[in-house]
């Protein structure tokens, strides 16, 4: 086993080092997960990993050998668990929290059933600061022994965890040595006869309760083991074993691993190469990025510091997200003013709503897809309140290598659904600075800002930053046929398409509409007042900008065949109603029908339409 350990560390290690990726995590688990498959039932015993990001070292033993080498490229495996990858998967994850209540699911279904099966939860202890574990936890007495859950504590979040549990648990760690296999005997022997083992069972309780207290977990209803060493075979296996064995109801095993464990260079590293960039197996030495302009992170790191240089309310909030988010390096300029308060988006939301009622400057950086899980959040405490908090929304859009777990598409249209909100979208990182000064300077109510993962286009970054005219866009280049409306950064494919009408004798206006709410209607009506076609472009789902401008357009009437200019021809262009598989973001915007070649294709195909298309349809 221990071999088969150390093998399967290495070719990890050898894999991620090809493709990139999530290391840390998997090094961490590489013993649990030997010890799970050799004693859980798997696949009938519903294995469930929080995050998926660590389900690496899962995926090589689970039939996926010979694809690792593709994970995270276009038509390879997921970065994360994906059901339809594998019977072993049996639920997908990519964001955290989820497991103890899939588990939980799994476990009753079964009992109604009357099948054995259990539902085993895996979850971090960065993912253990989230609500949605508790709430679960809450409800687990109904599934009885068939749910399992082990709480792999390497004090890690992606940044060192943060909070009050995080302490209890190293408390809880360094109050009681790992269990004795002796000690492991008296305390889940199954050889007692019931009556007897329940009796030693309640005693050991209550002596532990009068000496330190209950673990919170056993005050939840579980019965808790632990701490065990997750690196230890010879306590995983038996510790596992009598959990597989007894009766009990639902259980916590608290394990203790090291993130990073077996790699000297990841051990070493702060992060503990949570996620890396191919690298050298030998040196460690990550593969440089190919530079260029700046990231649009770090725009905004620096272009918030500098408003919070001017400004003593300006505050900012990261849940769990300190470096992915810039927010590092504004904690380092301002620690009393910047509150990384755990994998806890709702929370966090609701706490700047708190912040802004009482006359702060709120900046909540979450990313798009995370943000999603405190949509309540933001309509009752944010919206309906009409609070001034400031969303700075990273990694807007299509996003790579993550795929469809991790995509931004929605942020706009769940935002500019909701009265009060104004709703912004960088054009390039020039933009971005102006956002985050308007965002600064706006008290009226919600205000987000949108602006995607990796480097900007490298545009001149303003000196001084100016104020938005909120609800106003500008336009970019002027023509006279065809106006293409950009929201965001597909702004230079809407450039590139110009030329390419130009070329073709389609005279073309673009407009970079910065707000896809409240919209600039007098910029979009001229348009449509004056010009054959217009496109809108975005990198968002249906329902968001395309949505508004074509409501716009009927609400007005301007498409109406009796109207000003009966005939105008709207398209919308947005991404495609399906959840995209992750490739490289280039090839996402080709296959969502979003680059240059397909703006102009749009266009001279709703040109066709006019002529040839519609006396087809008509006769
Ligand atoms: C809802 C949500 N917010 C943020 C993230 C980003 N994220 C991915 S892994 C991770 C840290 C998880 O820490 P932990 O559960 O302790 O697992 P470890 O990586 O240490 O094994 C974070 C914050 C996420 N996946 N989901």
Known sequence: MRQFADELRAEMIDTVGTTGGHLGSGLGVVELT??????????????????????YPHKIITGRRDRIRTLRQAGGLSGFTKRSESEYDPFGAAHSSTSISAALGFAVANKLADKSGRGIAVIGDGAMSAGMAYEAMNNAEQAGNRLVVILNDNDMS?????????????????SRPFLSIRELARKISRKLPESLHKAAHKADEYARGMAMGGTLFEELGFYYVGPIDGHNL???????ENIRDADEGPCLIHVVTQKGKGYAPAEASADKYHGVQKFDVITGEQAKSAGGPPSYTSVFSKALIAEAGRDEKVCAITAAMPSGTGLDKFAAAFPERSFDVGIAEQHGVTF????????????????????????????????IQNLPVRFAIDRAGLVGADGATHAGS????????????????????????????????YDEGPIAFRYPRGNGTGAALPETPEFLEIGKGRIVREGTKVGLLSL???????????????SKGL????????????????????LMLSHEVVVTI?????????????????????????????????????????????????????????????IVEAVLKALRHNSAGVQEARA
């Not at 992606?158 to 809880?172: H, Q």
């Not at 010879?234 to 596992?240: A, G, N, R, S």
């Not at 802004?356 to 944010?382: E, K």
């Not at 942020?411 to 500019?416: E, G, K, P």
Request: net charge negative; with cysteine.
């Open 158 to 174: 992606i940044a060192p965890p943060v909070g009050g549990l995080s302490a209890y648990l190293a408390r809880l760690v360094s």
């Open 352 to 383: 700047a709503a708190g912040l802004a009622a009482q006359g702060m400057r709120p900046f909540c950086a979450i990313y798009s897809t995370f943000l999603q899980r405190a949509f309540d959040q933001v309509v009752h405490d944010v919206a």
């Open 410 to 441: 929605f942020d706009i249209t769940y935002l500019t659904t909701l009265p009060n909100f104004v709703v912004m979208a960088a054009a390039d990182e020039a933009e971005l600075v102006h956002m985050t000064h308007t965002a600064a300077m």
């Open 507 to 526: 005279s073309t206006t673009v407009a970079d509409l910065r707000f896809a709410k409240p919209l600039d209607t007098d910029l979009i009506r001229s």
């Open 34 to 55: 030997v010890a799970m498959h050799y004693v859980f039932n798997t696949p009938d015993d519903r294995l469930i990993w929080d995050v998926g990001h660590q389900a």
């Open 488 to 502: 965001g950064t597909r702004l230079a494919e809407a450039l590139k398409a110009a030329e390419q009408l130009e």
């Open 234 to 240: 010879d306590q995983l296996i038996p510790v596992l």
């Open 538 to 598: 975005e990198e968002g789902s249906i329902g968001g900008l395309g949505a508004h401008v074509l409501t716009l357009a009927s609400d007005e009437g301007l498409t109406d065949p009796d109207s000003a200019n009966g005939g105008l021809k709207i398209r919308t262009m947005r991404l495609p109603d399906i959840f995209q598989d992750q490739d490289k973001p280039d090839n996402q915007y080709d296959q969502a029908g979003l680059n240059a070649p397909q």
